[in-house]
Nanobody
Framework: QVQLVESGGGSVQPGGSLRLSCAAS????????LGWFRQVPGKEREGVAA???????RYADSVKGRFNVSVDNAKNIAFLQIDSLKPEETAVYYC?????????????????????WGQGTQVTVSS
């Protein structure tokens, strides 16, 4: 059973940066896609970035150039570096994993593709 634990959230001012972490355990497959999502209460969960076991990435248009997803496979930790944060990006950020696939199998960066989810970490952007 894959387990994911996010950390690194917090409160920052507009224009600030955070690095979120996603610690993973219980992997059994050699291939995977890991995604990062965010959700505001009352709105749908939004995909922002994804990376697969070969290091290929995909980003939502709204975050390109400001978000960077990476994975330390030796330590089973994924990271989401978030720069130039905007107030409207205040949300709970989640990581999610689907095993046994590569990123080309993911037609859209959307929640139903992923089986395993973390509990989320709150990011608040406010002056």
């Amino acid at each position: 059973q894959v387990q994911l634990v996010e950390s690194g959230g917090g409160s920052v001012q507009p224009g600030g940066s955070l690095r979120l972490s996603c610690a993973a355990s219980g992997f059994t497959a050699s291939s995977y896609v890991l995604g990062w999502f965010r959700q505001v209460p009352g709105k749908e969960r939004e995909g922002v970035a994804a990376i697969d076991s070969l290091g290929r990435t995909r980003y939502a248009d709204s975050v390109k150039g400001r978000f960077n997803v990476s994975v330390d496979n030796a330590k089973n930790i994924a990271f989401l570096q978030i720069d130039s944060l905007k107030p409207e990006e205040t949300a709970v950020y989640y990581c999610a994993v689907e095993e046994g696939v590569y990123i080309q199998a993911m037609l859209h960066l959307w929640p139903p593709f992923f089986k395993y989810w973390g509990q989320g970490t709150q990011v608040t952007v406010s002056s």
